[in-house]
């Protein structure tokens, strides 16, 4: 799923995947295989797919369909209205980050005990 989403979020910005690599400081075999699914980015460089793209850490590992699903529900957060928006930016990225964090968390539970 992850590979999809990030394929569609490249194209819709209109970067190749020279330029996601370059943003991204890696290589273009690594953009190619992140999107074939084939390796998976590190969690550093999930979070700054995230943050280049303004979007949700669910939506990036395909756990909600709306890349701020976070604020469409009744737990939603207001934000004052003098915030700027890279203030605002942050505040998204820090509630996709601790809802990434609880993610994990769940999946590190569901592995079998070696």
Not at 27 to 32: G, L
Not at 33 to 39: D, F, L, M, Q, V
């Given at each position: ?54 979007i949700s850490l ?28 890279s203030e605002k ?23 079998p005990k070696k």
């Amino acid at each position: 799923m992850l590979g999809e989403r990030l394929q569609e979020l490249r194209k819709d910005h209109g970067l190749s995947q020279q330029d996601l690599a370059d943003k991204l400081n890696v290589s273009i075999h690594t953009i190619s295989s992140y999107e074939r699914n084939r390796s998976a980015p590190d969690d550093k460089t999930k979070m700054e797919i995230a943050k280049l793209f303004d979007i949700s850490l669910d939506y990036l590992l395909g756990l909600v369909d709306e890349p701020y699903s976070f604020l469409r529900t009744k737990n939603c957060i207001v934000l004052p209205a003098e915030f700027e928006d890279s203030e605002k930016r942050e505040v998204r990225e820090y509630v996709a980050f601790l809802r990434f964090k609880k993610v994990r968390r769940k999946q590190r539970k569901n592995l079998p005990k070696k």
